[in-house]
């Protein structure tokens, strides 16, 4: 029989960062049906293929106590495709995973044995807290600094989990199918039903930070990015204030499926359970006394991931392990990065701080991203590259620092003093943080032309910062690299966007 193991691992699991290896999730949901296939390099995760079919497995479970029959023959229709599409895949490792409506339902084992009989697949069915860790897992996979709590709301339960103990988290009944979904929305009764739920578990779960995961929350952030008029469309990390949360929320569950079938971007497939999904997000906000809502695009599927890796490689940064993969695709030179950051620290080790704690993360993400441009057309370098930075699949990174790394790998490319796409830039950007962009990637230029991007070249010289002056000088016997036009028409422009004076040797 062939079978594809819920939780094995392969040989390749302890590979080094540098090694690339694949792995592929099916996640059969209370609501839906997914099969992604992740290439993995490092602490970098790239979705390859993501397929997803809408079963509903658990849309009669509160009525029946059983799976959807309907469900569970679209279920076996995408599983046995799903069987097929993963026997062309090799060196890669398979997780099946089942959650509420299958650990829930009356008619479980039979939908298992009937599963593996006809597919070969084995599933993992995982228990609400193991659900609530991986779905954790998820939210550190994507921000590895995240705090506060992480609620992952599926089509039977909502698993909520605090973020500095992910091993201590609960499954509640609380996903639109629990609640009464398909039905119209009762707002009154289903409110009632969720302060009940969530009332032992206040206390504990309170934060000022909600990480909130799943596709009906994703579609809330969609929505009001369109009322927002945001310019930046990418639900990872997307940050909505309590009070325009609460007031999206209030609306979208007033609304009636005619109604929401008129709202430009939502997903049709979800407007039987959006309303529900809105009442639930609204109630943990008041309840929990939460004052920011984060958008977690990942969730219990990269959790997986994260927990299946070495700890070294599970406890390097995201962001910077994602854009030394991101210019690696090219085949470029590898070592260039962390030998950009050693040279540029000294200075931007000396000025005010841009994000906090985050400027050192920032700084060695934008020298992995020296080459991004490298392949690019040198016409249209700068823009392609800052395009490519902005809207990465890369995580670890808020939206405002992802316009900083784009504006920063436009200036390591072009002099201009303005970047691309200048309502996302000064949306997300203060004037000081875009001229502290404007600084790095010019740094970063002037490091990759003073060596013509030679790392051991690189390391004979030296830039730092002797009071108000930018001083560029070289060892002994390697003086003669800071000769040229080019060489010192970069330095000037470092000079002039830290507003100092340059000094030469």
């Known amino acids: 029989m062939w079978r594809l193991g819920a939780s094995r691992q392969t040989p390749g699991l302890d590979a080094t960062p540098a090694e690339i290896r694949h792995a592929a999730v099916i996640d059969i949901g209370s609501n ?140 509640l009944p609380l996903g639109p199918f629990a609640l009464g979904a398909p039905r119209p929305l009762d707002q009154d009764r289903v409110r009632r039903s969720i302060s009940r739920a969530l009332k032992p578990h206040t206390e504990r779960m309170s934060t000022r930070e909600f990480h909130a995961v799943g596709g009906a929350w994703r579609n809330l952030a969609l929505l009001h990015m369109e009322l927002e008029d945001y310019p930046l469309h990418i639900a990872h990390q997307y940050e909505i204030k309590r009070m325009d949360l609460l007031d999206l929320c209030r609306f979208v569950a007033r609304q009636s499926r005619t109604s929401l079938e008129g709202i430009q971007g939502l997903s049709r497939k979800r407007f039987d359970t959006l309303p529900y999904a809105a009442v639930v997000l609204s109630e943990i906000v008041q309840a929990l006394e939460v004052q920011r809502v984060v958008i977690s695009a990942y969730g219990l599927r990269e959790g997986l991931l994260l927990d299946s890796m070495p700890t070294a490689i599970r406890e390097q940064d995201p962001l910077v392990s994602g854009c030394e993969a991101l210019v690696a695709q090219g085949g470029l030179i590898s070592d260039l990065g962390p030998a950009l950051e050693d040279f540029i620290r000294p200075v931007f080790d000396s000025l005010p701080p841009a994000f906090g704690l985050r400027d050192a993360v920032l700084t060695a993400a934008a020298c992995r991203l020296a080459d991004l441009g490298a392949r690019l057309h040198p016409d249209h370098r700068a823009d392609l590259a800052f395009e490519k930075a902005l809207r990465a699949p890369v995580a670890g990174m808020t939206h405002p620092e992802r316009a900083y790394l784009a504006c920063a790998v436009f200036a390591r490319h072009d002099s201009a003093p303005n970047p691309p796409e200048p309502e996302v830039v000064n949306r997300l950007l203060s004037p000081e943080r875009r001229a502290r962009a404007r600084a790095l990637g010019s740094a970063i230029r002037l490091a990759c032309d003073l060596a013509g991007r030679n790392v051991e070249v690189l390391r004979h010289a030296a830039l730092d910062l002797e009071g108000d002056r930018l001083r560029l000088a070289a060892e002994p016997g390697w003086e003669d690299m800071l000769l040229g036009e080019q060489t010192a028409k970069r330095a000037l422009t470092l000079a002039q966007a830290l507003k100092i004076r340059l000094q030469l040797g």
């Open 32 to 171: 839906s049906i997914r099969l992604v296939v992740y290439r993995l390099e490092g602490r970098a995760i790239w979705t390859v293929y993501n397929e997803k079919a809408q079963a509903g497995l658990g849309r009669d479970l509160q009525t029946t106590g059983r799976l959807s029959p309907e469900g569970v023959e679209t279920a076996m229709a995408v599983l046995r495709r799903f069987r097929v599409l993963l026997q062309g895949w090799s060196s890669r490792e398979t997780f099946v995973v089942a959650t509420a409506a299958v650990r829930e339902a009356r008619d479980s084992r039979a939908f298992l044995r009937a599963v593996e009989d006809e597919t070969g697949i084995s599933v993992r069915v995982l228990s609400g807290e193991e659900e609530a860790r991986y779905g954790a897992l998820g939210v550190i996979a994507g921000q590895a600094d995240a705090s506060g709590v992480a609620g992952d709301l599926g089509g039977s339960s909502l698993e909520l989990v605090r973020l500095d103990d992910v091993g201590q988290g609960v499954s």
